[in-house]
């Protein structure tokens, strides 16, 4: 919507200063070229837009540094409270722009009057074309949902028993992970590594065994159920016992003197 004469407005962006000029009221040298120096329409850092308090709680948008532009358009965006003024010589050796964002929503926009006075563009926003900005609505507030606190389970470590019967020896291994045993035979030794049910803890033990272990593959490891490790060394898997000798031992004696 334009408020003095009508235009078509540029992608609405704001453009702060970026610097303020220590030269602003010296005479400049180029001051003396001509206006076809000013041709280019370079982004005028002197400018300023401010909000002042009118009478009957109206606002007064106030452009400065605006003089000497003979065409002025004014533009109020009611979607994004945008005010934005587009200034040009009547030549158009020269070119400016001024654009603010407003304090407040605007409404009944035909309500709101715009002014060239000077070097002046005061916008004027009655009482009535005011509204307060809407919010944005708050996030829904997280759901507390209702926890409930177990023990969490203890690690049963692994238990063993050992036997010996008529068929050799047996080895069970209580609450282990199945796919974790390993049975070894070295010599004498049997040695079963494991972990518990859970995983949290390891087994490891070494059954000494009466004689070395001469049949390996005699040897049988299985598991029995979900967490019972049975190992079975049958007595031919290992070397036969040595039957104790018997004999009569000669005992030496002195030899006699004749």
Known sequence: MSLLTPYSPFPLATAPPLWADPFANVASPFSLLPALGRAFDFPDVRS??????????????????????????????????????????????????????????????????????????????????????????????????????????????????ADENEVGFTIKVHNIDPSSARVEVDGRRLHVTCKATNGSVDFFRAFELPR??????????????????????PHDALEAKQQPAKASIKVQKPMEVA
Do not use: M
Request: net charge negative; glycine share 6%; aromatic share 2%.
């Open 48 to 161: 300023v837009a401010r909000v002042e308090a009118g009478e009957d709680k109206a606002l007064k948008v106030v452009f400065d540094d605006l003089g000497g532009y003979e065409n002025i358009n004014v533009s109020i965006d009611d979607k994004t409270n945008v005010v934005t003024v587009k200034a040009e010589a009547a030549d158009g050796s020269a070119r400016a722009s001024r654009v603010i964002t407003l304090p407040c929503a605007v409404q009944n926009t035909d309500k709101i009057t715009a002014e060239h006075v000077g070097s002046r563009v005061v916008v004027t926003i009655p009482d009535g074309s005011q509204k307060p900005r809407e919010r944005a609505p708050e996030p829904a507030k997280a759901k507390p949902l209702k926890v409930q606190l177990r023990p969490a389970a203890e690690a049963r470590a692994p238990e063993f028993e």
């Open 212 to 233: 070395a272990v001469v049949k390996a593959d005699g040897i049988v490891a299985k598991v029995d159920g979900a967490d019972l490790l049975v190992v079975t060394v």
